[in-house]
């Protein structure tokens, strides 16, 4: 359990919030490149860390993202024309291009010079995974930007399912990083078998374990932590232990352990203080990664059946998130088809912000219990000046990834050799150390 007071400091993002401060220290993804993939196209609002946004994408395919409203009268740009090298707002059609330069005042005489003396807020911008970046920290310290573990090449195959849910960040990223929750509540879609360790299916995804209590071990880094949930396998139970090892790149990025096929990530970017844009992706060789329409049919995620043109969810608390009790009695666990809309069931039903100081932990929460004290540590040595987690020398490894895979007892799971999955035969890239980014 968490004081009423350390809950706040861990989950409040907006204003002059220390977490939001944080995360600002990092490049931060505002929305995905395919919301805004057509030259003077509609745009789109968005919002991080409380601060409403507009992106769009000019006639000469570079993308913005500004401050949602006009400089003038502070009207919204979403509304706006996207027309010729820039945005023009609809009230009194002052244009303004992807760096913030207002380029005409149709509404004031030529003579007044006030074009000259204008400048909108506009923040550095990288496409890159999929995702439309941006760096939100101080305007004279912009870092290189750094390709993250979930996308270390350009041609990587990345697919991204995108929701946006009404409740705080953090909840969200323990439920990703909460290995013992996978055996109850997608126990109808993680399914038990008789394999030498994860597989997937059209379907589902099968798991060499029914041990529903894994052993939870956790080593902390520079970057975040790692951990391992150590279960009994179904075949060799007695000389070997079925290990899931997933690691938690702060701020609020999840390496979740893969499959025989493709590697999983996610990432939970705060909107502001209770709602939060959920990231859930597959990615690896595109001979073995399932494209982003398979991917988001198989989560049931898909724009237009399970969420609206905004990527909201259409199951939501009104409706029970479509559960059928039915299911219920044949057999299904949940009753909530698609694994991820278990999640979001979960997540939702804990409140905006949950109410940490009610909660009675035990010993499989090894790992929510080390992202709450890592983080509310690290946070407070940001406040005294120090480097924030995750940045510059602290970044996470090349060769940190998550991994799962069935091992010899005397086997220390934090020796263990791996690397994320790829096809065989095939080399894997490597991570470039940086790359440029407009500004």
């Given at each position: 359990?968490?004081?009423?007071?350390?809950?706040?400091?861990?989950?409040?993002?907006?204003?002059?919030?220390?977490?939001?401060?944080?995360m600002?220290?990092?490049w931060t993804?505002?929305?995905?490149?395919?919301?805004?993939?057509?030259?003077?196209?509609?745009?789109?609002?968005?919002?991080?860390?409380?601060e409403?946004?507009?992106v769009?994408?000019?006639s000469?395919?570079?993308?913005?993202?500004?401050?949602?409203?006009?400089?003038h009268?502070?009207?919204?740009?979403?509304?706006?024309?996207?027309?010729?090298g820039?945005?023009?707002?609809l009230?009194?059609?002052?244009?303004?291009?992807?760096?913030?330069?207002?380029?005409?005042?149709?509404?004031e005489?030529s003579?007044?010079?006030?074009?000259?003396?204008?400048?909108?807020k506009?923040?550095?911008?990288?496409?890159?995974?999929?995702?439309?970046?941006?760096?939100?920290?101080?305007?004279?310290?912009?870092?290189?930007?750094?390709p993250?573990?979930?996308?270390?090449?350009?041609?990587?195959?990345?697919s991204?399912?995108?929701?946006?849910l009404?409740?705080?960040w953090?909840?969200?990223?323990?439920?990703?990083?909460?290995?013992?929750?996978?055996?109850?509540l997608?126990?109808?879609?993680?399914?038990?078998?008789?394999?030498?360790?994860?597989?997937?299916t059209?379907?589902?995804?099968?798991?060499?374990?029914?041990?529903?209590?894994p052993?939870?071990?956790?080593?902390?880094?520079?970057?975040?932590?790692?951990y391992?949930a150590?279960?009994r396998?179904?075949?060799?139970?007695?000389?070997?232990?079925?290990?899931?090892?997933?690691?938690?790149?702060?701020p609020?990025?999840?390496?979740?352990?893969?499959n025989?096929?493709?590697?999983?990530?996610?990432v939970?970017?705060?909107?502001?203080?209770?709602?939060?844009?959920?990231?859930?992706?597959a990615?690896?060789?595109?001979t073995?990664?399932?494209?982003?329409?398979t991917?988001?049919?198989?989560l049931r995620?898909?724009?237009?059946?399970?969420?609206?043109?905004?990527?909201?969810?259409?199951?939501?608390?009104?409706?029970?998130f479509w559960?059928?009790?039915?299911a219920?009695?044949?057999?299904?666990?949940?009753?909530?088809?698609?694994f991820?809309?278990?999640?979001v069931?979960?997540?939702?039903?804990?409140?905006?912000?949950?109410?940490?100081?009610?909660?009675?932990l035990?010993?499989?929460?090894?790992?929510?219990v080390?992202?709450?004290?890592?983080?509310?540590?690290?946070l407070?040595?940001?406040q005294?000046?120090?480097?924030?987690i995750?940045?510059?020398?602290?970044a996470i490894?090349?060769?940190?990834?998550?991994?799962?895979?069935?091992?010899?007892?005397?086997?220390?799971?934090?020796?263990?050799?791996?690397?994320?999955?790829?096809a065989?035969?095939?080399?894997?890239p490597e991570?470039?150390?940086?790359y440029?980014?407009?500004?």
């Amino acid at each position: 359990m968490l004081s009423a007071q350390d809950n706040e400091l861990l989950c409040r993002v907006t204003g002059d919030a220390p977490m939001g401060q944080l995360m600002r220290k990092h490049w931060t993804p505002v929305c995905l490149i395919e919301e805004v993939a057509e030259p003077d196209g509609a745009p789109v609002k968005a919002r991080i860390y409380g601060e409403d946004l507009v992106v769009f994408r000019d006639s000469e395919g570079l993308v913005g993202v500004l401050d949602e409203k006009c400089p003038h009268r502070r009207a919204s740009l979403v509304y706006g024309r996207n027309e010729e090298g820039g945005l023009r707002c609809l009230y009194h059609g002052w244009k303004m291009d992807v760096q913030g330069k207002v380029l005409e005042m149709v509404s004031e005489p030529s003579t007044s010079g006030l074009v000259e003396k204008v400048r909108h807020k506009a923040y550095p911008v990288k496409e890159w995974g999929g995702m439309v970046w941006a760096w939100f920290g101080p305007a004279n310290e912009v870092p290189a930007f750094a390709p993250p573990a979930w996308a270390p090449t350009e041609d990587t195959r990345v697919s991204i399912a995108k929701v946006v849910l009404p409740c705080n960040w953090a909840q969200i990223l323990e439920g990703a990083i909460d290995s013992a929750h996978s055996s109850s509540l997608h126990s109808s879609d993680m399914v038990p078998a008789r394999v030498d360790g994860a597989k997937a299916t059209a379907n589902n995804w099968l798991r060499p374990s029914t041990d529903k209590a894994p052993r939870m071990q956790v080593q902390r880094g520079e970057y975040g932590f790692r951990y391992a949930a150590i279960r009994r396998p179904i075949q060799n139970a007695a000389t070997h232990d079925y290990v899931r090892s997933t690691v938690f790149v702060a701020p609020y990025s999840v390496l979740i352990p893969p499959n025989n096929l493709y590697n999983v990530a996610n990432v939970n970017v705060p909107m502001d203080d209770s709602n939060t844009a959920f990231y859930f992706i597959a990615w690896g060789h595109a001979t073995q990664t399932p494209e982003t329409e398979t991917w988001r049919k198989f989560l049931r995620q898909t724009v237009g059946i399970d969420l609206d043109d905004r990527y909201h969810p259409l199951r939501n608390e009104a409706n029970r998130f479509w559960q059928d009790r039915q299911a219920m009695k044949a057999g299904n666990f949940t009753g909530i088809s698609g694994f991820p809309n278990q999640d979001v069931a979960m997540w939702i039903s804990m409140g905006p912000i949950a109410n940490r100081s009610d909660e009675r932990l035990g010993a499989s929460d090894m790992a929510i219990v080390e992202f709450r004290k890592q983080m509310l540590e690290e946070l407070r040595a940001f406040q005294a000046g120090g480097v924030a987690i995750g940045t510059g020398e602290r970044a996470i490894a090349r060769g940190v990834c998550s991994f799962q895979a069935v091992v010899p007892k005397t086997t220390d799971w934090r020796d263990y050799e791996t690397t994320y999955v790829w096809a065989d035969g095939v080399e894997r890239p490597e991570l470039e150390p940086s790359y440029s980014v407009s500004v």
